[in-house]
């Protein structure tokens, strides 16, 4: 049976290795063999032992993506980068894949973790492992500047009738199905910049994403005549829905998730992380809650 994918998107389609990189240096392909094997400290001991490890990305800003000069980049690549130096793990390939290709190149073994920033959800964590929440990230959407249609909720592009864009098979996809948005209003695209298109044409009215890349994208088009809306948390079902981003590991990689999250938790509580994560537009207001747990995504809770 082929496994299904998942990543930060909720319903994801497979995909191939596109390419890899290694991290500082530009366009340098990496094998698909693994730094060493799964169980109990295997990954862990053998990347030690290489001072490497390969990790997959799915090429989006702001999470983990390669920049204009070649070199691999963003939050979730650099904190992850200090994570693993703590670890005595001083460099990290990339591999880059499609989003709904990661899981399942995750645990065919053509890399050890995924530094992409992808949500905890159940449906996930019944097919791979994740660290501590690293971020949160609320919903937002992207609109023409002035926000003439007044987008503030999934409620308004309903009750407006409005076109709504979202990236193919994003979390907001399903929130707006969820919330009752029609497919019929629902465009969806392949990447951001088409997203961003999509607003600037006039093709719909907004596009939803999390506030993060949306903020993001604006920063990097600022003639383009578009704003982002406040950022919000949906009610799904009578429950809000508080996504968040991880790193994400194989099953039985214990000893590397433990370890990893160990040295997670010491870059936020030194305040280091968000140091790290400033320059891609991430604030002190996605700092996970203490109460906000691994255990209790995975729980759907």
Known sequence: MTQRAWSRRDFLRHSAVAGAVVVGAPAL???CTTTGSSGSGGTLDAAKSA???KVGIANEAPYGFTDPSGRVTGESVEVGRAVLKALGINDIQATTVDFGGLIPALN???FDMVTAGMFINPQRCANAAFSSPDYT???AFLVPTGNPKGVRSFADVVSKKLRLAVLTGAVEQGYAQKSGV??????????QNTLLQAVTAGRVDAAALTNISLNDLAKKNPGA???VTPGFFPVID???TIPA???VFRKGDDALVNAFNTELKRLHDSGEWLRLAQPFGFTQDNVPKPELTTERLCAGG
């Open 29 to 31: 392909l990496s094998a």
């Open 51 to 53: 001072g490497t490890i």
């Open 108 to 110: 065919a073994r053509q």
């Open 137 to 139: 990230a609320p919903t």
């Open 182 to 191: 029609p497919d019929g209003q629902i465009q969806v695209v392949d990447t």
């Open 225 to 227: 005549g578009i704003e």
């Open 238 to 240: 009578g429950k809000e």
């Open 245 to 247: 981003g991880a790193f």
